[in-house]
């Protein structure tokens, strides 16, 4: 953002204003979605002018705000993670998805749950971050490090390899631990409903504080952009940026894991659709991938409250479904637009 | 002001010993072209001079101090570098790419100033490149490609710049481009130049020093003219040629034998 570009540099605040835009629409509809649609007023009042007469000014206070509010914090931490995943990697291909990271966080839950079905939410919590951290640092040793690091193939059959591998021992502790499984299903399903705000809010502080400390980094992930020789003859200091980078996906991976379970592509395909949107700038492309993640997940969200009702799918399965169709449009129109 | 040398320098990957008690110590405003055979560690001693490889022994020193000694924001400000085939990140613009030649003069919160807008329009200007400051970089040709990133380094603003064979993977013209243009910014603006070249004749007719490697040491060094002769030239390369004098520019010229032409 310099003043030599103010074309390009107003247009990308353009993009993150209108993206702002669709953000709080999408909040809108998620308050007002269900099997009784609410008015924009009725909405209007139950925030702000509550009685505790109403039936949907319950519903709307203690079902649809917080979910609300956790599909927003987390659609914009994955999308956050996925992104730093694509500029530490420098491969468009990454994501704490595809990296395994998220499998990690799974089967620590899942170990969790299994081991000690009582234990508290918090020791949960803990569990995903710690288990997102492992699976970053075997990612790390199998395929950041050794003769030649870094490589897009590694890294994505490195991935797979630890996602399958955790998966895997996932599903055998739940085949044993039959009860295990009722406890952990939602998760495994991905989903932001159901929770109360009062146990999530520390994780939503966590994801928060993560995304607000990408800002002063994004300067530097811009030079990083151009490979780590040449970052580091612009002064950067790489190997401090690269843990920064490593320490803030894992922060955001684990707990956005931990809120909201298994939540697939959100990770993969908001970086790739903010690419096509802004400027190639992390100081508009971080922000965009959070509005844009935030949103996405909203409407997976409502979408996934109105197709079978009176029953929900969970938010997981419908990223899954929304995203894996557009990823492969995306993907066949690049080869396109380069061959 | 910017002298870079190396003192008994060892260095190598794994076990594998690449330098071997080097020694160097390049000319001031002058471009040096570092030669010799694949495998013969002129890419790893640029490396090594631009501070991203750590010695095993010995040092490199730049201006006089030990380089691994200096903040790396430090050694931003005196030396730039141009890796040997970079990669531009997608759908990024030759005004960002060179945007990011300033990010050494920038703070954490610094605004953009008044001078960085000047050196990336210089840099712009300088490297030919104002009409294609808004194309993506990726859009380019190979010789367009390289003088955008030899842009970079111009807004880096650096009394030295260290590039690793800038010219490979270029057609004939491109390449005359690239190192006309570096030829300019040596004698018009003072700035030190040191390159890796692979291609002797292009060496040795751009290049006021000349430095040839063979395993791991400084085999020769001086002007074109003292390097480039058949015995020196078979030992750096172990090949049989005859030099003659390039009839344009009255630099060397080495002509290869080939076995039916040596008996």
Redesign the interface.
């Known amino acids: 953002?310099?003043?030599?570009?103010p074309e390009?540099s107003v247009q990308g605040v353009g993009v993150l204003l209108s993206l702002t835009a669709l953000l709080l629409a999408a909040m809108l509809m998620s308050l007002m979605a269900g099997a009784q649609w609410s008015t924009p007023v009725a909405v209007w009042q139950a925030l702000f002018h509550p009685s505790g007469l109403v039936v949907e000014d319950l519903l709307i206070r203690t079902t649809r705000l917080p979910r609300t509010l956790v599909a927003v914090v987390v659609g914009a931490g994955l999308a956050v993670a996925g992104a730093l995943m694509q500029t530490l990697t420098?491969n468009?291909l990454a994501s704490p998805g595809i990296v395994g990271i998220n499998a990690g966080a799974m089967f620590a839950v899942v170990v969790l749950v299994s081991m000690f079905p009582h234990a508290a939410l918090w020791a949960w919590y803990g569990g995903a971050l710690g288990g997102a951290a492992l699976a970053a640092l075997l990612v790390w040793m199998l395929a950041l490090r050794g003769?030649s690091p870094g490589g897009p193939l590694r890294l994505v059959l490195a991935g797979a390899a630890l996602t399958a591998l955790f998966n895997a021992f996932s599903q055998a502790l739940l085949v044993i631990d039959q009860q295990g499984l009722d406890t952990v299903l939602f998760w495994l399903a991905g989903a932001v409903s159901g929770r109360p705000l009062t146990h999530l809010w520390p994780l939503m502080a966590v994801t928060l504080v993560a995304l607000m400390l990408c800002w002063?980094l994004a300067?530097?992930m811009?030079?990083l952009?151009?490979?780590e020789?040449?970052a580091?003859?612009?002064?950067?200091?790489v190997y401090r940026l690269q843990g920064a980078i490593v320490v803030l996906v894992v922060a955001l991976a684990g707990a956005c894991v931990a809120m909201a379970g298994n939540i697939t592509f959100v990770g993969l395909v908001v970086p790739h659709m903010a690419?096509r949107l802004l400027?190639?700038?992390h100081r508009l492309w971080l922000p965009g991938c959070a509005l844009l993640g935030a949103t996405l997940l909203l409407l997976a969200d409502v979408v996934g409250r109105c197709v079978l009702q009176p029953r929900e799918v969970p938010v997981g399965v419908m990223t899954a479904l929304i995203g894996a169709p557009l990823f492969i449009v995306m993907l066949r129109r690049q080869g396109r637009r380069h061959g | 002001m910017a002298t870079v040398s190396a003192h008994a320098l060892m260095l190598g990957y794994?076990r594998r010993r690449i330098l071997d008690q080097l020694e160097l110590d390049l000319p001031e405003g002058k471009i040096s072209v570092l030669v010799g055979s694949n495998g013969c560690g002129k890419s790893t001693l640029l490396?090594a001079l631009?501070?991203?490889l750590s010695p095993w022994s010995g040092q490199v020193c730049l201006d006089g101090t030990d380089i691994h000694q200096l903040p790396?924001?430090e050694?931003?400000?005196r030396?730039?570098?141009l890796?040997q085939q970079?990669?531009?990140?997608?759908?990024?613009?030759v005004?960002?790419?060179v945007?990011?030649?300033r990010?050494?003069h920038?703070r954490?919160l610094s605004q953009?100033s008044p001078d960085?807008?000047h050196q990336?329009?210089r840099a712009l200007e300088r490297t030919g490149l104002e009409a294609l400051a808004?194309q993506v970089v990726d859009t380019l040709s190979g010789g367009q490609r390289q003088r955008a990133w030899i842009a970079l380094a111009v807004a880096?603003n650096t009394p030295l710049m260290?590039l690793d064979e800038p010219t490979s993977f270029l057609d004939m013209n491109h390449q005359m481009e690239v190192l006309d243009l570096l030829h300019e910014l040596n004698r018009e603006e003072g700035r030190t130049i040191v390159m890796v070249l692979h291609d002797l004749n292009l060496a040795g007719r751009y290049a006021d020093h000349m430095v040839a490697l063979r395993a791991g040491q400084v085999y020769a060094r001086g002007t074109p003219a003292q390097v480039m002769i058949p015995e020196r030239i078979e030992a750096i390369f172990g090949l049989a040629c005859r030099v003659i004098e390039d009839p344009c520019s009255h630099t060397p010229l080495c002509i290869p034998l080939s076995r039916q032409a040596r008996s």
């Open positions: 953002m310099s003043d030599t570009t390009r420098r468009p003769q002063p300067r530097s811009n030079a952009g151009t490979g020789a040449m580091r003859s612009l002064g950067v200091r690419r400027p190639a700038d | 794994q490396k631009a501070r991203l790396t924001r050694v931003a400000h030396l730039s570098l890796p970079p990669v531009a990140p997608e759908g990024m613009t005004r960002q790419l945007q990011l030649g990010h050494p920038q954490w953009w960085d807008e990336v329009a808004d880096q260290l």
